[in-house]
């Protein structure tokens, strides 16, 4: 069943809702006996839980901008938990128009400025750490697909680095001969003017044309070299965002020409390049054939998920699945800092096809439905997913909620496998994990329960 035939299915069931409910009547009460004797509930499926390694993710298509990142994570996490993680930033800046005052002028600075996005803040934030630039060497194509284990070659010159204790909620103010700006929060990264010179002595066509440019500058590599558990996001899309020439002319002093990270059909490519070592972890352990008990894992990046298979619905006889929720507890049950490590806020149900994951039937309705966002009331409405407090420690218990009613009655009629993969929302722009509890904890274990019409 496609999803426009779903969508009609769910305007039929609310407009069908919304005009059995105008007047109460007791015409055809006994029939209404009736199907209430027909309504079932059960919650005593079988759950069986495996936590697996995701080979990677999506970070860059040039044929479907949707599945582009929004937030670019770069740094490096020791979690007690899950191991270590790391991220770094490939992107290639491009011309804001024609550039050709630039040619043979004299270079004064150039500096690289990064929007901080906070949702990419992971880890400890309060220590300081060193970014360090180089530049790309191969020019990636932007209609091709790129993904989180997709790496380039870059030249082996330092072009900048600094090292600070991260803001992300304070602005910026910098100071020029002329004037003053207060930028949003981000940080500056001066960069090596004899490094960077030479593009003041490229030909005509590089300070014209697009693609020539790109063939000259192939953008650059950001990564993390000090600072060994903090992760940090950026998001170069937003125009804070900039590649920065400062400059003089003959005629004309304290110029400057900025260079942006764009999107669209003639966009640049902006990737993350990513890498999970779960050597010696409690997620280390759980990488096996052998189902999970008492915890199971999902992590963001390119991180690990869980898959869950679901037994038991043929046993509940000829039905049609009026609903089908599915409900997790995640904790913080190895005293690691929940501070440093919160769980993820969205989590969303998938299907594997041949090459990937993709959503649920279940998710991309309520997105349909919703705008395409995972943020909004009425998404949680819907779907679920959100994040929410359950039970106060220590530990903290949080709940994940999510309705499965596609899912399951697709694995009822056969027409799907009976597996469920769960993920964060956005996985790959987000660092955050959560250690959900297993079918043994007595309390907290995973809870399905479904209402069905028995026919």
Do not use: W
């Not at 679901?310 to 929720?325: H, T, V």
């Amino acid at each position: 069943m496609t999803i426009h035939i779903r969508l009609l299915v769910v305007l039929a069931v609310f407009i069908f809702l919304a005009f059995s409910c105008s007047k109460p009547t007791l015409i055809g009460s006994d029939f209404l006996e009736d199907e209430k004797a027909a309504l079932k509930f059960q919650d005593t499926f079988g759950l069986t839980f495996f936590t697996e390694v995701t080979d990677s993710v999506v970070v860059h298509s040039g044929v479907n901008v949707t599945r582009q990142l929004i937030t670019y994570l770069c740094g490096h996490l020791e979690d007690p938990v899950f191991g270590k993680s790391s991220s770094e930033i490939f992107t290639q800046p491009l011309l804001s128009g024609i550039a050709t005052s630039l040619r043979e002028s004299t270079l004064d600075s150039v500096v690289l400025q990064l929007r901080y996005d906070t949702l990419g803040f992971y880890g400890d934030t309060l220590e300081p750490v060193t970014l360090e630039v180089y530049r790309m060497a191969e020019n990636p194509a932007y209609k091709m697909e790129y993904y989180s284990n997709d790496t380039f070659m870059i030249l082996p010159e330092l072009l900048g680095s600094v090292t600070f204790i991260p803001k992300p909620y304070d602005s910026l103010t910098v100071r020029h001969p002329k004037d003053t700006t207060t930028f949003a929060p981000c940080v500056r990264i001066s960069l090596d003017v004899s490094k960077m010179n030479d593009l003041l002595l490229q030909d005509t066509i590089v300070f014209e044309n697009q693609d020539s440019f790109k063939h000259y500058f192939n953008g650059l590599n950001i990564k993390m070299s000090s600072g060994s558990n903090t992760m940090l996001g950026f998001n170069l899309l937003s125009q804070v965002t900039r590649l920065t020439y400062y400059y003089d002319t003959d005629t004309n002093e304290d110029l400057e020409f900025n260079l942006f990270c764009t999107s669209g059909s003639t966009g640049s490519v902006k990737t993350a390049h990513m890498e999970h070592d779960y050597t010696g972890s409690p997620v280390g352990e759980a990488l096996t054939e052998d189902p999970e008990e008492e915890y199971f894992y999902v992590q963001g990046m390119s991180g690990v998920t869980t898959r869950m298979r679901l037994e038991g619905l043929d046993e509940i006889g000829p039905a049609i699945i009026n609903q089908a929720e599915i409900e997790f507890f995640c904790t913080f049950p190895y005293g690691e800092n929940g501070e440093l490590y919160p769980p993820f806020p969205y989590m969303i149900t998938q299907e594997k096809t041949d090459s990937a994951l993709v959503n649920s039937e279940d998710v991309a309705i309520a997105l349909t439905l919703t705008g395409s966002s995972s943020t909004t009331e009425s998404f949680n409405a819907i779907f679920g997913g959100k994040l929410t407090e359950y039970a106060v420690g220590p530990p903290t218990v949080y709940r994940y909620n999510m309705n499965i009613t596609i899912q399951a009655q697709s694995i009822y009629d056969g027409n799907q496998e009976n597996i469920i993969y769960f993920n964060p929302f956005g996985k790959g722009n987000i660092p955050n994990r959560a250690v959900i509890f297993g079918p043994n904890h007595p309390t907290y274990a995973p809870r399905l329960r479904i209402s069905y019409t028995a026919l």
